[in-house]
């Protein structure tokens, strides 16, 4: 399965791929958080026809990306890459992972279990942060860290921005090896359009 700008992410080749069927650490029988203030899903337009676009630094090579939705279905959007979205009562998430959980407050943690041996822990580290884009500046980002090991000596470092009704404004990978960091991909949105729903645009998720 392909899972939009994690794609990017990924396919770096420093860190497990093709997962199996992975678990989140919510907890079952648990009630959703109730959010007093934004929530997750004000940080990702779930409208058809919404078109982002990246600048990617790539171990030293420089790319563009486009993503768009490009489908709506049972409350949840499908982009160009064929990445499914969908906003519950915890959070936003793909076919594999929670990107972002309710509440949104910094310290609120969870992790995703991808195979018997690799673990992502995610941390919201900042709230109601500027963060400046080409496409301008934004406010009130939150932004996500996500560890995961490789190995005894190394861990991947994911940090990503995301900014209120916009998605993924900046995504930065970095691979810690025995306290060393280097730097591997850096992603910035240098391009966006929400779709419109009433220019046939359909809308999914709660409102």
Not at 2 to 30: E, F, N, S, Y
Not at 159 to 168: D, K, S
Request: charged share 20%; glycine share 14%; with cysteine.
């Amino acid at each position: 399965m392909k899972t939009g700008l994690w794609v990017v992410v990924w396919g770096a080749g420093v860190v497990l791929a093709g997962a199996a069927c992975a678990t989140t650490g919510a907890t079952a029988g648990k009630e959703a958080p109730v959010a007093a203030g934004p929530r997750a899903a004000d940080y990702y337009p779930m409208l058809v026809g919404t078109r982002w676009t990246y600048a990617i630094s790539m171990l030293g090579q420089t790319s563009e990306q486009q993503l768009s939705l490009v489908r709506a279905e049972n409350g949840q959007v499908e982009d160009s890459t064929g990445a499914q979205f969908i906003v519950d009562g915890y959070g936003l998430r793909d076919q594999k992972r929670y990107l972002l959980r309710d509440p949104l407050e910094v310290g609120t943690k969870w992790n995703n279990v991808v195979s018997p041996s690799a673990v992502e822990h995610f941390e919201i580290v900042g709230v109601r942060q500027p963060c400046d884009a080409k496409v301008g500046p934004q406010d009130g980002c939150v932004i996500v860290e996500m560890k995961t090991r490789i190995d005894q000596d190394k861990q991947l470092l994911i940090e990503t921005t995301y900014g209120p009704g916009t998605g993924i404004v900046r995504q930065t990978t970095t691979l810690e090896n025995k306290g060393a960091r280097i730097p591997q991909t850096r992603l910035e949105l240098v391009g966006f359009a929400l779709g419109d729903a009433g220019d046939g645009g359909v809308r999914a998720g709660p409102p």
